[in-house]
Structure formats: C-alpha cells, structure tokens
C-alpha cells in the first residue's frame, strides 16, 4: 500500500475560511491565530505594561500612518 499524504494545510486553511459567512471583525482573531499556525508563526502577544513594544506598523520610525 502507498503512504497517505498529507493534507496541504495552506490549502486546508484557504478551504477552511473561502466559505465564512461571518464578518470579518467578528473572526479576525480567530483567523490570525489559525494562519500563525499555517505560516509558523507565534501568535501575536497581548499589549503588556512596557508601552514602547506596544507599537503597530503605524509606531514604527519612518512610516507614516494611511
């Protein structure tokens, strides 16, 4: 018998979330955590006492904000 493969998990993920009737403040946590996953990466930390790590792309020194 052949190995099964894998399911792509981008492919999973795409699948995953193409369809979601649900507003997308209403998910965007939830959809963020799950990509992290997909990608890798860490989930994003919540805001802590020490306000100069708290900056977005908007806090960062030579970019301007939209």
Partial sequence: MGVASSPDPVATFIA??????????AIKNLLINELCD???LLHPAPAGPDSTVN???HGLHGVEPC
């Fill in 16 to 25: 995953r979330w193409s369809d979601t009737e649900l507003a997308e403040r």
């Fill in 55 to 57: 900056h977005g792309v």
């Fill in 38 to 40: 997909v990608l890798d």
